[in-house]
């Protein structure tokens, strides 16, 4: 049995065995510069590109974002320091880390004084209420005749009522005005200057303005030098007005009437040489040519309009400021004290009207009130079941405008 076994098995080990089946299968592999090698390593590549860039721009953002900060640090920690602390009186400010234009604003504070006693000042006026609105009936001077001036030199003229006799050295002022404010209209200068001393001498005054629509003219400084020559013939004084200045650093560009030709030339105390008087505005920090209505005169900046035409060595005795005493009034829009979110225009954006004139149209329509530290009001007033914006100044703004006008020893003030 086992014999059979093993015989089987042996029969099976001894038969031959065949080779088993082998399929060889050939490459498939592509050439590698086929078509698909290509686009593999191409989208490769851009991934690789890809990834890079998302890492430059990662590492920009993260350096524009310790950039940021460091810029709000600086604003609101350091220059908010160097914006709050006052300089020393005794000091002259020379910090690298503030701009020139503050940096001079800051200097004015050590301007020199010359205090003088209010009474001693003189003071002007253009109308009846603004003489009430100071309560003071002092007055030297008033605007007696108003002489306008077309381009052709034709003259049409505006006698002032006679409101006030009261006071022996009262001087009645005539003042002369162009009717065009454009800089590319240029008058005749002897022609204008024979027009103007002929109508000064016929009318009988002893003392002209012309008022800052002169300063648009070309060659103002020569018009300026041929009238002093004539009205010192005729024993009659020239005074002349313009707007306001307060630096030399100071960028104007957002102040129309400022950044005429000659206001950005302008040599103060060249042109207080030549003319008897010098009027300078402290108003129009916004003006009726403002796109939105804001503070007209701020007491912080007609303070530095004071200190700066101090500083500069004028003769103060020839130096009156004008002020402002009327309301100015916009359509109902939104209110701008600063002037680099508000710009002027050619056209009128508000009216002016006289305070009188103001609280008789708004006496029975006003609103609310607010009082700022600038010492002026900005009223939300409505008419006609329309509503404005009404900026006019208090009274404690005129008084501490004044108060400015004799602590620096100035010849006086004129009431707008």
Do not use: C
């Amino acid at each position: 049995m086992f014999g059979f076994k093993n015989k089987q098995i042996q029969s099976i080990i001894d038969e031959p065995v065949s080779a088993p089946i082998v399929k060889t299968v050939p490459e498939t592999l592509p050439h590698p510069f086929s078509p698909q090698v290509n686009e593999v390593e191409s989208t490769s590549k851009k991934r690789d590109l890809l990834k890079s860039f998302l890492k430059f721009l990662t590492i920009i953002l993260i350096l524009v974002l310790v950039a940021f900060s460091l810029v709000l640090a600086y604003v609101f920690f350091i220059r908010r320091d160097i914006t709050i602390n006052k300089v020393d009186s005794n000091a002259t400010v020379n910090d690298d880390t503030i701009s020139k234009a503050e940096a001079e604003s800051r200097n004015l504070e050590n301007v020199a004084t010359a205090q003088k006693d209010k009474s001693q000042l003189i003071i002007g006026y253009n109308s009846s209420i603004a003489v009430e609105q100071v309560q003071n009936p002092s007055v030297n001077y008033r605007t007696a005749k108003v002489f306008e001036i077309s381009k052709d030199l034709t003259i049409d003229d505006h006698a002032i009522p006679n409101s006030d006799k009261t006071n022996p050295d009262f001087v009645p002022i005539y003042f002369f005005s162009l009717k065009t404010l454009t800089e590319t209209s240029a008058f005749d200068n002897i022609k204008l200057t024979n027009v103007i001393v002929n109508d000064a001498t016929t009318s009988g005054s002893k003392k002209i303005y012309l008022d800052t629509s002169f300063t648009y003219i070309k060659d103002y400084l020569n018009l300026i030098n041929l009238l002093k020559d004539q009205l010192k013939t005729k024993n009659i004084t020239l005074g002349v007005y313009i707007y306001p200045i307060w630096g030399k650093e100071v960028d104007y560009n957002n102040f129309l009437q400022v950044s005429n030709a000659f206001m950005k030339t302008v040599n103060i105390l060249d042109l207080s040489k030549q003319v008897d008087e010098l009027v300078i505005q402290v108003y129009g920090y916004t003006n009726e040519y403002s796109i939105l209505p804001g503070n007209v005169a701020p007491l912080n900046w007609s303070t530095k309009v004071i200190q700066y035409i101090a500083s500069l060595g004028v003769d103060r005795s020839k130096v009156l400021f004008e002020m402002n005493s009327d309301a100015y009034v916009w359509p109902e829009r939104e209110v701008s004290n600063d002037p680099k979110l508000n710009y002027s225009v050619a056209d009128v954006q508000a009216e002016v009207l006289s305070f009188d004139m103001f609280l008789q149209r708004f006496k029975t329509e006003i609103s609310g009130i607010q009082t700022n530290d600038t010492l002026e009001n900005i009223q939300e007033i409505e008419a006609d079941s329309k509503k404005y914006i009404g900026v006019y100044p208090t009274n404690d703004n005129i008084d501490k405008i004044i108060e400015n006008v004799a602590l620096y020893g100035f010849k006086g003030y004129i009431l707008k």
